[in-house]
């Protein structure tokens, strides 16, 4: 299948089910559409890695830019929860690879407080 791309060749349910299964259950179980779909955004070779740290202000989010690498704090905003930091990293995944959140998403950072 050459000149498609990985997310075009997956068998998706209608996307906004999928981002919403996510939001409502970050930790999983998931459906099997939706961890295809996991799979393709937390590769490393699809889009760079985001991923949630525990600090001391509550969870922050990192970009990772490979081994060896330095973390690189996104922004200075910081998640009251776990919960929270997985629902915002899931949308920034969501945007490189679809170009924005579905409508009516609703807040999908969470509740943020400062770092």
Same mark, same amino acid.
């Given at each position: 299948?050459?000149?498609?791309?990985?997310?075009?060749? %997956?068998?998706?349910?209608?996307?906004?089910?999928?981002?919403?299964?996510? !939001? @409502?259950?970050?930790?999983?179980?998931?459906?099997?559409? %939706? *961890? @295809?779909?996991?799979?393709?955004?937390?590769?490393?070779?699809? !889009?760079?890695?985001?991923?949630?740290?525990?600090?001391?202000?509550?969870?922050? %989010?990192?970009?990772?830019?490979?081994?060896?690498?330095?973390?690189?704090?996104?922004?200075?905003?910081?998640? *009251?929860? %776990?919960?929270?930091?997985?629902?915002?990293?899931?949308?920034?995944?969501?945007?490189?690879?679809?170009?924005?959140?579905?409508?009516? *998403?609703?807040?999908?950072?969470?509740?943020?407080?400062?770092?």
């Amino acid at each position: 299948m050459s000149g498609v791309s990985v997310v075009e060749r %997956l068998d998706l349910r209608p996307l906004r089910e999928l981002f919403d299964e996510f !939001m @409502r259950n970050p930790g999983g179980p998931y459906c099997p559409e %939706l *961890a @295809r779909l996991l799979k393709v955004m937390r590769s490393r070779t699809t !889009m760079p890695w985001v991923a949630a740290i525990e600090c001391p202000a509550g969870y922050r %989010l990192v970009g990772l830019s490979g081994r060896g690498r330095p973390l690189e704090f996104l922004s200075d905003e910081s998640f *009251a929860s %776990l919960h929270e930091a997985e629902t915002a990293a899931f949308a920034i995944r969501w945007r490189q690879l679809f170009g924005q959140v579905p409508p009516d *998403a609703g807040s999908c950072q969470g509740t943020m407080h400062q770092a």
